[in-house]
């Protein structure tokens, strides 16, 4: 079941957390642009990929469409978020690539890559654990 308005005219915003589980999913699979409005939906898609609480799936595809589809206009409100999610050192390492994907999506600053170059160099990032890669091109 994927969602932007349905014949009733409620949005996403109102939709959505009343999904299933499975129609929430699909619907995050399918979108093709964030709903309007754009502002409040974006948050909502945030909160969800912050939620440590929430199903990994469910984060990881939120985090997709924010990269694939925000407005730039939310960058500074994105940018915070993905830092923060990736600043939790239990986060979910997967949900963890998929915000460092959702970066490379996106147009970043300095500190955005300095703070995803520090997670790949950590010994808490899953793909190069145990390997020397960053600490020789850090010197």
Do not use: H
């Not at 409100?77 to 990736?86: A, F, P």
């Not at 998929?98 to 147009?107: E, G, S, V």
């Amino acid at each position: 079941m994927s969602i932007q308005t349905d014949d009733e005219g409620k949005t996403f915003l109102s939709i959505f957390p009343t999904l299933s589980y499975e129609d929430r999913l699909v619907s995050l699979r399918e979108l093709t642009a964030i709903p309007q409005p754009v502002e409040d939906t974006t948050a909502l898609l945030l909160q969800l990929a912050q939620q440590s609480s929430a199903d990994d799936l469910l984060r990881i595809e939120a985090l997709k469409v924010i990269g694939l589809y925000a407005d730039q206009s939310q960058q500074p409100t994105i940018m915070r978020g993905i830092r923060e999610l990736l600043s939790k050192p239990d986060e979910d390492d997967d949900v963890r690539n998929a915000a460092l994907q959702t970066l490379a999506w996106m147009p970043c600053s300095e500190a955005e890559l300095r703070l995803a170059l520090d997670i790949i160099c950590s010994d808490t990032y899953i793909l190069v654990k145990g390997g020397r890669f960053c600490t020789a091109s850090r010197k």
